[in-house]
C-alpha cells in the first residue's frame, strides 16, 4: 500500500514538474543594432530589426517563431519634423516577399497577424493549437501547465506589440509587428521589403517607405 | 488494505474527473475610480462616444477544462467617463460615432475601444496571474472626422493567484491594479499630446 501511494505521489511530482509561468524577458535592443534596416522620408525615419534568429526570438518570445512561421520585427519610428504629426498603424505595415516592392498588386502581400486573443488564427493559439483537446486524467495536469505557458506567450506577444499612435514632432515609438505565414524553418527575410504607410494628420498626405530586409 | 486501496483509486477517479469536466463561470468586474494627478483641462468640448462594443467587451480565457468570461465593459465606460471628464473642459456622453458627429457644439470626438485582453495564470497558488488590456483612443474633428490623434495603451498588473479561500479577492485586486494602470497611462497620454493643447485641428 505505501509503494502504492509513493509510486501516486512521485508520478504526480512528474505530472507538475515545469508547471510554473515565468514572466518572458523584457525586450533590450542590441547596441549598436547591427541587424536594423532603416530608411527616412518626408522627415520620418523608420529603423526595421527582424528577428531571424531563432535563440533571439526564444529569448524575448518564449517560442522557436521561426520554426512556426512567424515573422516578428521590432519597429522603431522618428518623427524629425518641426511641424507634422504621423499617423503609425499596424495595418499600414505589409510584408512583401520576393521581390514583390516592384509588383504591387496586391496578391503577394502577407497579412499582418490578427490581433493576438482574437479568433482562432492569433500566433500562439497557431503554435499550440487549443491546449486542452484530448485531454484527461492526469493528462489534464499536464495541459493545464502547458495551458499556462500557452497563455502567458500569448499576453507576452500582446504587451510587446507597437502600438498604434499619432507621432508628434520630435517624438518617437517602438514595438514589435507580426506577420503570419511566412515559410516555417527559413530566413524569411530573403528578398523581402516591408512597405510602409504613414498618413500626416493635417494634410492628410501619405508617405510611403519601402524598406528592403535582404541582407 | 482492500479499503484503503479503494479509497486512493476513488481519489484518483474523482481528480481525474474535476480535471476533465467543464464548465463556463460568468463574472461581472467593477473596479474603483483611479485617483488621478491634478493637470490642466484640455480646451476641447468632447463627444465620448461610449458604445455597444465597450459595454459588451468581455475577458474570455480557459483553465484547465473551464472557461471564464469577466464582463468589463461596465469598469471600461467608468473608467473612460472618469478620465475624459479629469482631462476636458467639457464631456458630453453620446452612445455612437453618428450621435456625435450630431453634436454641434462638441468640437472633438473621442472613441474608447477594447481592443483585446490576455491574462495568463499559473499553476500554482503562489504564482502570479499576469493581465495585460489594451484599449485604442481615436479623436476625430468633429466636423471634418479626420483623425487628430491616436493611441493604444496598453496596461499590465500581477498579482498572486492566491488559494480557493483568496482567488476571488486576489483577482479583483489584479483588475483594480490594471483599471489603475490603464487610467493612468491614458491620463498621461492625453495630457501629453500636443495635438489635444489647442483647439485648431
Known amino acids: 500500500m505505501n509503494q502504492l501511494i509513493i509510486v501516486a505521489f512521485a508520478s504526480l511530482q512528474l505530472f507538475l514538474a515545469g508547471c510554473s509561468t515565468e514572466k518572458i524577458t523584457d525586450y533590450q535592443p542590441a547596441s549598436p543594432p547591427v541587424s536594423e534596416r532603416t530608411a527616412q522620408a518626408s522627415g520620418v525615419e523608420v529603423a526595421l530589426d527582424p528577428f531571424v534568429d531563432s535563440q533571439r526570438t526564444k529569448q524575448y518570445f518564449d517560442i522557436d517563431a521561426v520554426a512556426e512561421g512567424i515573422a516578428i520585427v521590432h519597429v522603431r519610428v522618428i518623427n524629425k519634423t518641426a511641424d507634422q504629426?504621423?499617423?503609425?498603424?499596424?495595418?499600414?505595415?505589409?510584408?512583401?516577399?520576393?521581390?514583390?516592392?516592384?509588383?504591387?498588386?496586391?496578391?503577394?502581400?502577407?497579412?499582418?497577424?490578427?490581433?493576438?486573443?482574437?479568433?482562432?488564427?492569433?500566433?500562439?493559439?497557431?503554435?499550440?493549437?487549443?491546449?486542452?483537446?484530448?485531454?484527461?486524467g492526469f493528462g489534464g495536469l499536464w495541459s493545464l501547465s502547458r495551458s499556462s505557458k500557452f497563455y502567458e506567450i500569448q499576453r507576452n506577444f500582446t504587451d510587446k506589440e507597437m502600438a498604434d499612435a499619432t507621432l508628434s514632432p520630435g517624438q518617437s515609438m517602438e514595438g514589435f509587428v507580426y506577420f503570419m505565414p511566412v515559410k516555417k524553418g527559413e530566413d524569411w527575410t530573403r528578398a523581402t521589403t516591408i512597405r510602409i504607410n504613414l498618413t500626416e494628420t493635417k494634410t492628410r498626405q501619405m508617405t510611403t517607405l519601402n524598406i528592403p530586409l535582404s541582407h | 488494505m482492500k479499503s484503503m486501496r479503494l479509497i486512493v483509486q476513488i481519489v484518483f477517479?474523482?481528480?481525474?474527473?474535476?480535471?476533465?469536466?467543464?464548465?463556463?463561470?460568468?463574472?461581472?468586474?467593477s473596479a474603483q475610480p483611479t485617483a488621478l494627478p491634478a493637470g490642466q483641462l484640455l480646451p476641447h468640448h468632447v463627444a465620448l462616444v461610449l458604445d455597444q462594443d465597450l459595454a459588451n467587451y468581455k475577458n474570455k480565457y480557459s483553465r484547465g477544462e473551464d472557461n471564464f468570461v469577466d464582463a468589463l465593459g461596465v469598469p471600461l465606460q467608468d473608467y473612460a467617463r472618469q478620465v475624459a471628464a479629469k482631462s476636458f473642459q467639457q464631456v458630453d456622453v453620446v452612445p455612437s460615432v453618428e450621435k456625435a458627429a450630431a453634436l454641434a457644439s462638441a468640437d472633438l470626438i473621442l472613441i474608447p475601444q477594447a481592443v483585446k485582453s490576455d491574462i495568463s495564470i499559473p499553476v500554482w497558488a503562489w504564482g502570479n496571474d499576469n493581465l495585460t488590456l489594451v484599449v485604442k483612443w481615436t479623436a476625430e474633428d468633429r466636423a471634418s472626422q479626420n483623425t487628430v490623434w491616436l493611441r493604444t495603451i496598453t496596461a499590465n498588473a500581477s498579482e498572486p493567484m492566491g488559494s480557493v479561500f483568496s482567488a476571488n479577492k486576489n483577482q479583483r485586486i489584479l483588475y483594480q491594479k490594471v483599471f489603475d494602470d490603464l487610467s493612468l497611462k491614458t491620463y498621461n497620454a492625453f495630457q501629453t499630446a500636443p495635438e489635444l493643447r489647442g483647439n485648431q485641428h
Not at chain 1, 503609425?88 to 516592384?102: C, H, I, S, T, W
Not at chain 1, 499582418?112 to 485531454?135: D, I, M, W
Not at chain 2, 477517479?13 to 468586474?29: D, R
Request: with cysteine.
Open chain 1, 85 to 136: 504629426t504621423f499617423l503609425v498603424e499596424k495595418k499600414d505595415f505589409q510584408l512583401l516577399p520576393d521581390g514583390a516592392a516592384g509588383d504591387l498588386t496586391g496578391d503577394k502581400k502577407i497579412e499582418r497577424a490578427p490581433e493576438p486573443g482574437v479568433g482562432p488564427a492569433t500566433p500562439a493559439s497557431v503554435l499550440f493549437g487549443n491546449p486542452f483537446v484530448g485531454s484527461g
Open chain 2, 13 to 29: 477517479v474523482v481528480l481525474a474527473l474535476s480535471l476533465t469536466s467543464g464548465c463556463t463561470h460568468l463574472k461581472t468586474v
